[in-house]
């Protein structure tokens, strides 16, 4: 069992390797995905104030406030167990927001088309869990670089 500090460990280095790999391919995969998946809630600027945000019983946060809230540094594995779903935030009763986890998961309730980019990002394996953990590193890795001071 890996403790929550190796844990964060982890989170934090593959973050630094896939940022380093998206950014080598002069894309920013983080950026697209946010744009797709988080911004009709948070925005396309991810303060909060995406085109169904007045929708929701529980405003979506500011999520360039993120490190500034946190004593300046940004949470990483909070941020990662809230997209992917392990992590969930009691003053928001229900999950209002979608579970990442699963919905990044390119092969859930087959049989439909799955972007022959998915299985590459997969690996030799062709392992569904990794495209979604690069998915949520990806936008993990966006919103790290687009913190308020």
């Not at 929550?4 to 460990?9: A, E």
């Not at 946010?34 to 600027?45: I, K, M, P």
């Not at 390119?106 to 953990?133: C, F, T």
């Amino acid at each position: 069992m890996v403790s929550f500090g190796g844990k964060c460990l982890v989170v934090a280095g593959l973050t630094a390797g896939f940022a380093a790999a998206a950014q080598a391919e002069d894309l920013d995969m983080g950026r697209s995905e946010f744009r797709s998946s988080c911004a009709s809630c948070h925005g396309a600027d991810a303060r909060g104030k995406g085109p169904v945000s007045n929708q929701l019983k529980i405003p979506p946060p500011d999520l360039t406030m993120l490190a500034k809230n946190n004593n300046g540094v940004f949470p990483t594995n909070a941020v990662y167990e809230t997209i992917e779903g392990s992590k969930t935030i009691p003053a928001h009763g229900i999950r209002e927001m979608p579970v990442w986890g699963e919905r990044f998961n390119p092969i859930v309730n087959l049989p439909h088309y799955v972007d022959p980019d998915y299985w590459k990002m997969a690996g030799p394996e062709q392992s569904p869990e990794v495209v979604v953990r690069k998915r949520i590193l990806a936008v993990i890795d966006y919103l790290s670089r687009i913190q308020q001071e």
